[in-house]
């Protein structure tokens, strides 16, 4: 794999010209920059444009919106691992989350045509923390584990290893020392064996020199222990500098190559640059065929080492390389800060930040302000995904999952969202009646309610109105509708009216709407006495507005010629004559009073 380029992206100002004072305001995921003009009292005042300049560009790619989505569910899953379990017990399953997340990164890089830089880091560092730090290998395997990430992230071996093997003769295939020069640098020395055997078959008088290489084989692990292997190790490591010293390979200088780098020749391993590519493959053959059994604490003083060595005394290190040698030195707080400034989303450091947190291993980095580094991550990340259009709702879980200021963050944002359709709007509210966000749901229901009612949609007004709980409003809805029926002499929205049920005691002049229609009902269906009998609580519980009187006592009239609301009538007359007194309209009322009193 080539040398990873995570330096952050430069972004231009137009309006910064040389010497020009910029003041500038963060934001969810992005900054608002602007000019000012400074004095020279210390005090600014904004002149010219406001420029937004976008900090988590990554959001908007459809790649790494996968990586996003797919990596929410890993998150919620950690969180319920049981804080009672013994260390011992969780570390398998912390292990186990670990190379969940990296497959949900090495899945967005296969589907790129061509590989994106920052996915290449992220990979490359968290599989490195994955092995320093969670799976935390000892020194009897910790070499192993290296050799892993080495080979994992230097592929290139095996495509040109098919190259070579698919050719009409591998051994004279223009790449094939290469392809076995390469497999001895990663420790593939069985693979590396296998190469030799295509070369020997070629040269019959060669065949006891290669016979002779092929015992020089060992590798770390196995079920011996650190003691046992060193000792076999080192016997093996003078008999390799034996047959190098002796000239034993002297006459094939693939195979002598192949010694120096076994014995492990640091000038041979540096003439290789080109097939290590980088200094941390560097490191790690290095520790293979000099220091096997490294310690962790060790660690450090190889890699410093081993960087210096590599580079070029003119180059000058890169973010990529500060990050890894800050995990060589096993300092995770100065990965994960030089990680929040080279990279160019807060994905990795929260996600990582919060799995080392569950590992216990940054118990003791509390932040001034009162919330732990890991809450911190997990805000900022959640924050940003705010700002998308559709990952808003990943962002919820992960203030769920923030004690301290999490519910805080997400009140705040929550009322950011646009609600441009009902159905988001639903989703919102749904999400905040889980919360208890009661402050919340009435503001979205009254955004809601007064939309629709601007839209003359009265049944989906009284619906948000009832919803949150706003008797004011339902009672002005009611009024519209109240005001529809007379204009009209139809209601709209039957279906809601109809199964208002509890909801129509929110407010007098909903309860008059709801009950109204239903003396309607029963009129329909030809139910007299329960008509007369609910019209004349209606006259009476004094919740009709005064507009809608005239309307109760028309309604009234035919109740009259039914015999049986015969005995309701004498009330319905009283009170038509109390209305009367009432009316301001009175010639219309005397006129009705005279046509009432007929039926009497």
Not at 200 to 212: E, G, V
Not at 362 to 373: A, D, K
Request: charged share 25%; proline share 3%; hydrophobic share 40%.
């Amino acid at each position: 794999m080539e040398e990873v380029d995570v330096e952050p992206a430069v972004t231009n100002i137009p309006a910064a010209s040389s010497g020009t004072h910029l003041g500038f305001a963060w934001g969810p995921g992005d900054i608002l920059v602007y000019e000012t003009l400074y004095k020279a009292s210390g005090k600014c005042t904004g002149s010219g444009d406001i420029h937004e300049v976008r900090k988590d560009e990554d959001i908007y790619s459809p790649i790494l919106r996968k990586l996003f989505n797919e990596s929410h569910h890993i998150f919620v899953g950690l969180q319920t691992i049981r804080e009672d379990l013994p260390s011992k017990n969780k570390k398998p399953q912390f292990v186990s989350i670990s190379k969940n997340y990296r497959s949900v990164i090495r899945a967005c890089m296969e589907e790129l045509q061509q590989v994106v830089s920052i996915l290449l880091a992220i990979e490359l560092i968290w599989n490195l923390c994955e092995v320093l730090f969670i799976d935390a290998a000892p020194a009897g395997s910790l070499l192993l584990h290296l050799l892993d990430w080495v080979r994992l992230h230097k592929a290139d071996v095996d495509e040109k290893a098919r190259e070579v093997l698919q050719s009409e003769s591998p051994a004279e295939h223009r790449d094939y020392w290469d392809v076995v020069v390469s497999y001895v640098l990663q420790g593939r020395l069985e693979e590396a064996r296998q190469m030799l055997v295509k070369q020997a078959t070629l040269q019959p008088a060669a065949r006891k020199m290669y016979k002779q290489m092929d015992t020089l084989n060992i590798s770390p692990g196995g079920t011996q222990t650190l003691t046992e292997f060193d000792v076999k190790w080192r016997h093996w490591h003078e008999e390799v500098d034996r047959c190098l010293q002796d000239n034993s390979f002297a006459s094939n200088k693939h195979l002598e190559l192949i010694c120096k780098i076994l014995v492990g020749d640091e000038d041979t391993l540096l003439e290789h640059k080109d097939l290590l590519s980088t200094w941390y493959h560097f490191l790690v053959t290095r520790l293979l065929f000099c220091h096997p059994t490294v310690k962790p604490t060790e660690l450090h003083y190889y890699a410093q080492s081993c960087l210096t060595m590599f580079l070029d005394s003119r180059s000058v290190p890169e973010p990529l390389d500060s990050i890894l040698l800050a995990a060589f030195e096993f300092d995770i707080h100065q990965v994960i800060k030089d990680c929040s400034i080279a990279l160019n989303n807060w994905w990795f450091v929260a996600h990582l930040t919060d799995l080392l947190d569950h590992c216990k291993l940054l118990q003791s980095h509390n932040l001034h302000f009162g919330s732990n580094l890991r809450e911190f991550l997990l805000l900022e990340y959640a924050s940003g995904l705010f700002t998308h259009h559709s990952l808003w709702q990943l962002a919820v879980d992960y203030f769920d999952h923030c004690p301290e200021f999490g519910r805080v963050y997400l009140e705040l944002q929550i009322e950011r969202v646009p609600l441009d359709t009902e159905r988001k709007a639903l989703k919102v509210l749904r999400i905040c009646e889980q919360r208890q966000m009661s402050e919340q749901v009435r503001s979205i229901c009254k955004i809601m309610a007064m939309r629709a009612l601007r839209n003359n949609r009265l049944g989906s007004a009284l619906s948000w109105s009832i919803r949150a709980k706003d008797a004011a409003f339902a009672t002005l809805i009611s009024e519209r509708f109240l005001q529809d029926y007379c204009a009209r002499g139809t209601f709209s929205d039957l279906d809601l009216i109809d199964n208002l049920g509890p909801a129509m005691l929110l407010s007098d002049r909903l309860t008059f709407l709801g009950k109204y229609r239903e003396f309607h009902k029963l009129y329909g269906e030809k139910r007299f006495r329960e008509a007369s009998k609910l019209l004349l609580s209606l006259m009476t519980a004094k919740i009709a507005p005064r507009s809608f009187w005239m309307t109760l006592l028309t309604d009234a009239l035919p109740l009259l010629e039914q015999k049986e609301v015969s005995h309701h009538i004498q009330l319905i007359y009283s009170r038509l004559n109390c209305l009367c007194v009432s009316i301001s309209h009175l010639d219309n009322v005397v006129h009705c009073s005279l046509h009432f009193s007929a039926y009497l």
